[in-house]
């Protein structure tokens, strides 16, 4: 399934998204790992806050940053002076890249927003070199987003079978390919995971 979301503004992107991220980038970086000279993708770079935050502490040789809404492509676009930073349009469910050719596959907030993140993860494995790195990072849904917390458990309150959704692990339904680790950066395998590019 092709993904689905509609953005029609980067300037609303950053007070919501774009800050927490570049919040995060540096965290994420260090969690993932980045080499100099290495090839990267970037999966859902949104405005480029975790863009800009390789180019600045990573020596990488190159990096391919996606995102599904063209408006953030083009903000991320319009801050760009790094030759070595590519910024296009792509689907985090059909990457069109061969196999094994990144160094290390990144996505940071964004798998909430696929819709089927487990194939996601499966494609980036696919174009990350055996030994290299498929790392992700999520929003904390089961408890550490307090308004989404609020949320449900007044829906809880109101309407008995929201418990079910409020109690349930993630509150999505969607799985790692099978070898994966949940919250960990992860040294990628071949996989036989195809997409249609």
């Not at 002076?81 to 990457?95: K, M, N, S, T």
């Not at 089927?116 to 904390?140: F, K």
Request: glycine share 10%; with cysteine.
């Amino acid at each position: 399934m092709p993904s689905i979301f509609n953005a029609r503004d980067a300037d609303s992107y950053e007070p919501t998204m774009g800050r927490w991220s570049r919040r995060l980038a540096p965290l994420f970086i260090e969690h993932a790992g980045a080499a100099a000279g290495e090839r990267l993708l970037e999966v859902g770079c949104g405005t480029g806050s975790l863009t800009f935050a390789l180019a600045g502490t990573v020596a990488f040789g190159a990096l391919t940053a996606i995102d599904y809404a063209d408006v953030y492509v083009a903000a991320a676009r319009a801050k760009n002076r790094d030759p070595r930073i590519h910024i296009e349009q792509g689907d985090a469910v059909a990457l069109c890249f061969p196999d094994a050719h990144f160094d290390r596959a990144l996505s940071l907030l964004v798998l909430q927003f696929v819709p089927e993140p487990g194939v996601a993860v499966a494609r980036m494995r696919r174009v990350t070199r055996p030994g290299g790195v498929v790392a992700a990072a999520v929003w904390d849904s089961g408890g550490g987003l307090v308004a989404q917390r609020i949320f449900w458990d007044t829906a809880a309150m109101l309407d008995a079978a929201a418990v079910v959704q409020r109690d349930a692990p993630c509150r999505s339904r969607w799985s790692l390919p099978a070898g994966s680790r949940g919250c960990s950066a992860q040294r990628a395998s071949p996989t036989s995971t195809s997409g249609p590019c």
